[in-house]
């Protein structure tokens, strides 16, 4: 049977502005990029989703190359849409990308025009939508002119393939050329996808101060470091851990025993809060003021839940962040 969204969905959810636009996206929003492929259990996945939007997580992210194998995170999402949801799309905010590889061949990936809005056709087909809420050029492209990329994804807004257009991975020069051609063709760039955290701060150099300047919001991915930022890895490496198998994304080796007591004290810090160090990781890169929202993944219902949680608690004190930073600065000395 289809499911009955609960009626107080939006009490306790937070909303914030993507930069200077009128899309409100809630503060902690749920990504497709694992537990959702074809590999996965489609049940499960449905009741991660659900649970989410019983809480108020409108937006759902995804990319054309999500999985394994390649694109069936969108063709389930497609299906709980079509199951459960299919009356809640006006309510919804669903982003998809493309630029990395996502079939063989010179226009399987990057940042032509055939292969964004080819990509993009076909992620609408996988999904059974009409258009996406989002549609972001997912890593910039050495190669193909900007002024190229860009034009890609104003034909995708003008076309009504996509609501808005926006970017991910961009440094803050290649965030304020594009910014800049998307003005200049009529349609702004909504919002920058960003890999920001407590154990990567590379944004705070000169990024996220781009993004304000241009208007642009910010939802940042990874913000519980691949898990590093849980209490998945306070003892150690769980033999069944993203990073005793081997990820790409999460070696044995970032595990350091300096990592490890710099978890373990942001986890002292975290429970002092009242909180569990992911619900402060999540709080720490929200405390950001041009921070629109926070990307999280989840392997069951729980998950979502506790990242929901942290919105209880996202005010921290000069001293609670100067703490954290001396945390920080010792894994380095």
Not at 23 to 28: C, D, F, K, V, Y
């Amino acid at each position: 049977m289809p499911s009955i969204a609960t009626e107080s969905r939006y009490d306790s959810m937070v909303y914030n502005r993507a930069g200077r636009s009128g899309l409100l996206l809630p503060a902690i929003s749920l990504g497709l990029w694992h537990n959702f492929g074809g590999v996965d259990p489609r049940e499960n996945g449905r009741a991660i989703l659900l649970r989410a939007f019983d809480l108020g997580v409108t937006h759902f992210d995804l990319a054309n190359n999500y999985g394994p194998p390649p694109g069936s995170a969108e063709e389930t999402l497609g299906a709980i849409l079509r199951r459960d949801l299919a009356a809640h799309r006006d309510e919804l905010v669903i982003s998809t990308k493309a630029g990395y590889r996502m079939w063989d061949g010179p226009y399987g990936e990057w940042g032509s025009r055939k292969h964004l809005i080819t990509s993009l056709d076909q992620s609408l087909k996988r999904m059974g939508l009409e258009y996406v809420d989002i549609f972001y050029h997912h890593r910039p492209d050495p190669n193909t002119p900007l002024e190229e990329t860009m034009a890609a994804l104003v034909y995708a807004v003008r076309s009504g393939r996509a609501l808005y257009a926006a970017i991910s991975n961009y440094t803050p020069e290649q965030t304020r050329q594009a910014a800049a051609i998307l003005r200049t063709l009529g349609t702004p760039c909504l919002i920058h996808q960003v890999a920001y955290s407590m154990l990567r701060r590379g944004p705070e150099e000169g990024l996220l101060q781009t993004l304000a300047a241009e208007g642009i919001g910010c939802i940042v991915f990874s913000p519980l470091a691949q898990g590093m930022l849980t209490n998945r890895y306070l003892t150690g490496i769980p033999a069944d851990s993203r990073a005793a198998s081997g990820s790409q994304f999460l070696r044995r080796e970032q595990i350091t025993a300096e990592r490890l007591a710099t978890i373990q004290q942001l986890n002292e810090l975290a429970q002092q809060r009242g909180q569990s160090l992911a619900q402060m990781a999540l709080a720490w890169v929200l405390r950001h003021p041009d921070t629109t929202s926070a990307l999280v993944g989840a392997s069951k219902p729980e998950q979502i839940e506790e990242s929901v949680g942290a919105l209880q608690n996202l005010a921290f004190s000069a001293e609670e962040l100067a703490a954290i930073d001396k945390i920080l600065a010792a894994e380095h000395d």
